[in-house]
């Protein structure tokens, strides 16, 4: 997670002494029911409207999170498909925050009527993230249930009267991005605390010449507007947040905001950076299905590190022995092309290797979902190696993996 609010407000004010702080063990997405109210359309869980055999008893959980517990993890997102459809889910959420865990609840805000907004603020979440994909019919249209924006919106409006901080969660693609402009109005006219931005992943193109190509246009565009309404919240004495995921090359894009508009703060938000370390899947991000599979992240649902079935989370996080986990705990990665060459892999970790992975096979390749182009990234053509396949190969590799 990118904490653009965070490093902003430092741009403003620096620290003193910035120190990077590494967390006592790893922030846990936890997909508890796979079940879902909802079909919508970027789901990467593939939920549905019915009940899927062998997820994890309440016991289980709770043995579960007991090992989280003792092995350091501060932080536990109760998501699913909808965890509000799990049966137990205040009773794992009210253990969660007993033993001490930062508790955040992600769901698509449907559910949450006046008959249990007093239950929910009973939990005490830290937080509660509600998925907003546009305005109205572009909200309807993704979630694909008409009636879905206005239910969304009124929950977010329950969560906030009843003193709970509550985000919106926005994912943009080429349907949705140019919504925006009205989303970042709604959030302030609704008074909403968060908002954070996930970047689709997807396995798009490896063009060097990235300014040019129309997702990665769209994702600058994103990301200028966000940088600007941020900043013109913290001068209007805002407290809300921004922040993206799934896309560490934002740390990056931040930097060259930076040497354009504050070049006299570059080397302290450098330095910041490089402390922030980027993409931290399979270190310090995790992900645990419903059926108790342990990922290293939530997109990476096609391969399972072990299950809490049979070992605990804490053995099989600390197992290098899979080749995956052993190159994502790697300092640097094992990372190749353009990823490799990049004079800022020490900022964004090489980003999100699941895409690399998803295009050519090879979870070491370069992110195609890299917006910045070689001359930002300070690469020229004498720094690429010969492991550079031809555009054609790459072409090739996507059109066998689609069929």
Not at 52 to 61: A, I, K, R, W
Not at 77 to 100: Q, T, V, W
Request: proline letters at 5%; hydrophobic letters at 30%.
């Amino acid at each position: 997670m990118f904490r653009i609010s965070q490093y902003m407000k430092e741009l403003e004010q620096p620290l003193d002494n910035p120190v990077s702080r590494q967390p006592p063990g790893p922030v846990v997405i936890w997909n508890l029911v796979r079940r879902c109210n909802l079909t919508c359309k970027h789901c990467y869980s593939i939920s549905a409207d019915i009940d899927f055999p062998g997820e994890l008893s309440t016991d289980e959980v709770f043995t579960t999170m007991d090992d989280l517990r003792n092995f350091g993890v501060p932080v536990l997102i109760l998501s699913g498909g909808e965890p509000l459809l799990r049966p137990d889910i205040f009773d794992i959420s009210r253990r969660a925050k007993e033993k001490g865990f930062y508790v955040g609840l992600s769901t698509n805000g449907t559910l949450i009527n006046e008959g249990n907004i007093a239950d929910i603020a009973a939990m005490n979440y830290d937080y509660v993230g509600i998925s907003i994909d546009g305005i109205r019919e572009t909200h309807d249209r993704f979630r694909q249930k008409e009636g879905a924006f206005e239910a969304s919106m009124h929950a977010i409006r329950l969560c906030r009267e009843a003193g709970i901080k509550v985000g919106m969660r926005f994912t943009p693609t080429q349907d949705n991005a140019h919504e925006l402009p009205q989303m970042l109005d709604v959030m302030r006219e609704e008074q909403v605390d968060k908002l954070y931005v996930s970047h689709l992943n997807y396995g798009g193109r490896g063009n060097r010449n990235r300014r040019s190509d129309v997702v990665h246009q769209a994702t600058r565009r994103v990301m200028d507007l966000l940088f600007e309404r941020c900043r013109e919240d913290i001068q209007a004495g805002r407290s809300t947040e921004y922040v993206t995921g799934n896309n560490d090359a934002d740390g990056v894009y931040l930097l060259q905001w930076v040497k354009r508009n504050l070049p006299e703060r570059y080397d302290y938000l450098h330095q910041r950076l490089v402390q922030w370390g980027g993409n931290s899947s399979g270190v310090n991000i995790a992900n645990i299905d419903n059926l108790g599979n342990v990922h290293p992240d939530t997109f990476w649902w096609n391969y399972n590190l072990g299950n809490v079935k049979e070992r605990p989370f804490s053995e099989i996080w600390q197992d290098r022995n899979d080749p995956l986990m052993d190159g994502l705990k790697q300092s640097p990665r094992p990372l190749k092309g353009r990823c490799r060459v990049c004079h800022y892999q020490d900022v964004c970790g090489g980003n999100t290797r699941v895409r690399a992975f998803q295009l050519t096979g090879d979870p070491w390749w370069e992110d195609p979902a890299c917006y910045l182009d070689d001359e930002e990234l300070g690469i020229s053509e004498a720094d690429y190696s010969d492991d550079k396949p031809e555009p054609s190969e790459l072409e090739i590799r996507t059109i066998r993996r689609a069929s």
